[in-house]
């Protein structure tokens, strides 16, 4: 979920109308949050399996609540009330395909085109490798800035101290071979000389120069409660969590920074902002002010944003 919401420009998050909001609503919504999703709309499915107008009454005005809870705007989001099942099977209409068509039309008018960062340096990070028989490598993702040609000079950085150069022979955009890839297209690059094991998920194709690879950095960040589906209890320093920054997936050391008193026996509590250096196991292409998650046995703990790269 984290790492294909990292990649999304908005959301639609799905209700059943016969159970109302699951935990996994509220843990969606946000993580949506964190990773800088602005604007959601709501699909409130299976409502043939309800026929009591109240219930979906109370459905409704609950999900306005709950988003307004998590910064979203609960009072304009388009909530639609349908049934997937029903436009599947091409029965009822009202509540089927039309429903389907009002969905996608509020999609349209209700989540912004974003703003493509395109005079920037180009930035893909990996999402999937593979390689096909007598071309090469492909490394595919979806591409955070830039533009890039066909036959541009790259560099693959992460997961090692030293990127690797390579040149892209070839783009490929929704099954479509072309000449260049943009910020917010998913695309696949065909890359020159380079071993499919060289090349993982969460690495980032960049533009020559533009990125390096770190391992130590100070972090600003919020651990969830126990209400948002964070951990009941405190940690101390020395905690070993897994940390996601883009599509990549490092196993993390959180401490205090220098100075900080009593830091051995100082904890950190459910829903408090810290200021803590993070230590991660192998280096991975980051930024200050680049968003990341921490999870630990399946339940995200902290959200935050780099402050300052260390080493």
Known sequence: MITGAANMDGAIIVVAASDG????????LLLARQVGV?????????????????????VEMEMRELLSTYGFE???????LGSAL???????????????????????TWIPTPVRE?????????????????????????VERGTLKKDAEVEIVGKGETP????????????????????????????RGVKREDIRRGMVIAAPGSQKAHKSFLTSMYVLTKEEGGRHTGFHENYRPQMFIRT?????????????????SKMVMPGDNV???????????????????????????ATGLITRILK
């Open 21 to 28: 909001q699951m935990p996994q609503t509220r843990e969606h």
């Open 38 to 58: 602005q604007k959601i709309v709501v699909f409130v499915n299976k409502v043939d399996a309800l026929e009591d107008p109240e219930m979906l009454e109370l």
């Open 74 to 80: 609960g009072d304009e989001t388009p909530i639609i």
């Open 86 to 108: 029903c436009a599947m099977e091409g029965r009822r209409p009202e509540i089927g395909v039309e429903k389907i068509d009002e969905l996608m039309k509020a999609v349209d």
């Open 118 to 142: 395109l005079d920037k340096p180009f930035l893909m990070s990996v999402e999937d490798v593979f390689s096909i028989p007598g071309r090469g490598t492909v490394a595919s993702g979806r």
């Open 164 to 191: 690797i150069k390579t040149k892209v022979t070839d783009i490929e955009t929704f099954k479509k071979s072309c000449d260049e890839s943009r910020a917010g297209d998913n695309s696949g690059l065909l890359l």
């Open 248 to 264: 990549a997936d490092e196993s993390a050391t959180f401490t205090w920074p220098e100075g900080t008193e009593d830091s051995h």
């Open 275 to 301: 200021e803590m250096k993070c230590d991660i196991h192998t280096p991975v292409a980051v930024e200050a002010g680049q968003r990341f998650n921490v999870r630990e046995g399946g339940r995200t703990v």
